[in-house]
């Protein structure tokens, strides 16, 4: 994996999200090919050329950090009759955190006792959609731009991004959040699964660690 970059994240994050807000006011310029800039002045809460944006606290779960234990398990998706499909991957997850199942091709980890805005991982065989990877790549990104208009997320951005994954900044229920998705391929080099590891700014170096033993260590396996 190359696609992500620990400044560049860090850096969105810290600015403030997507684009981030002007933190200054510029005068029209009083000659050709030359700006002045107004003297700081107090800004008020309701200045309408800066918008306040606020931020729910992070929870103060301990950060996810490298190095984690991890056991490697089997994962088959399940078919239209509820019967084990020809998909499967062999794909190491965190020893003791919760898994949920949501009877098709989901699978999602969080470590228990943990607030849902902590750090989590999840994973989706996609096999069945025979989607090539920039294909799959690119419906992921969709989804979020869609989230995003409809207000479900707030301040999408994407950054890093390579023909194996991207990994994209947002706002979730006023939660600023981040997730380093990675799409593996099958021999044909079509899409067979997707995984995100997501969490808070305190999380990435641990967020990157898991995604790079994932992608290092996962197996596609097909029946025929």
């Known amino acids: 994996m190359r696609w992500w ?8 994050l810290v600015v403030g999200g997507a684009g981030g807000y002007a933190v200054g006011s510029r005068d029209e ?8 800039f107004a003297d700081p002045v107090p800004v008020q809460a309701d200045h309408p050329r800066l918008p306040v944006q606020l931020y729910e ?4 779960d301990k950060p996810l950090v490298p190095g984690i234990p991890l056991e490697q398990v089997r994962l088959t998706a399940l078919n239209a009759k509820g019967q084990p499909s020809k998909y499967s991957v062999s794909v190491p997850i965190p020893k003791e955190w919760d898994d949920s199942f949501n009877g098709v091709s989901r699978w999602t980890f969080t470590k228990a006792g943990n607030d849902t805005m902590s750090f989590g991982m999840r994973l989706d065989i996609i096999a069945g959609d025979k989607e090539s990877m920039d294909r799959a790549i690119s419906i992921r990104q969709a989804q979020l731009r869609s989230a995003n208009a409809q207000g479900n997320l707030h301040d999408v951005e994407f950054s890093a991004q390579d023909d194996s994954g991207f990994t994209v900044t947002f706002v979730e229920d006023g939660y600023r959040r981040i997730s380093m998705e990675l799409f593996i391929p099958d021999p044909d080099g079509n899409a067979f699964a997707a995984i995100a590891v997501y969490g808070r700014e305190r999380d990435l170096s641990g967020i990157e660690d898991l995604v790079s033993l994932v992608d290092a260590n996962i197996t596609t396996i097909q029946r025929p």
Do not use: M
Request: charged share 15%; proline share 20%; hydrophobic share 30%.
């Open 29 to 36: 310029p009083s000659s050709p090919g030359r700006s002045t």
């Open 5 to 12: 970059v620990s400044g560049a994240v860090l850096l969105a």
């Open 57 to 60: 606290p992070d929870p103060d």
